[in-house]
């Protein structure tokens, strides 16, 4: 079992950046691989990023690819998600989900473990 929490959230201007963070508990985090999901009200859930348990397999949406950097912390059980330059379409509520494996995926019912979300809006 894992839980997840996340934090980081908040209202940034476009152009802006903020960093999220995903706090897993559990003692095999590295059996996991992590991904960053996001939703808004009326879509469906969409794949933002996600990273194998080493950090040598990652994969992004086109969307937010060249902006946005996943990246873990093993020893601190920790995943990030460095947003920059962003843009209004980008408010959502961003959700880290964990997979147990080694293989990363873009599809949200691969992952069986998903954090309460943090909400991001970015102003015009």
């Known amino acids: 079992q894992v839980q997840l929490v996340e934090s980081g959230g908040g209202l940034v201007q476009a152009g802006g950046s903020l960093r999220l963070s995903c706090a897993a508990s559990g003692r095999t985090f590295t059996h996991y691989v992590m991904g960053w999901f996001r939703e808004t009200p009326g879509k469906e859930r969409e794949f933002v990023a996600t990273?194998?348990?080493?950090?040598?397999?990652?994969a992004y949406a086109d969307s937010v690819k060249d902006r946005f950097t996943i990246s873990r912390d093993n020893g601190k059980n920790m995943v990030y998600l460095q947003m920059n330059s962003l843009k209004p379409e980008d408010t959502a509520v961003y959700s880290c989900a964990a997979k147990w494996g080694y293989s990363v995926s873009r599809e949200p019912e691969e992952y069986a473990y998903w954090g309460q979300g943090t909400q991001v809006t970015v102003s015009s």
């Open positions: 990273m194998n348990w080493s950090g040598g397999s990652t």
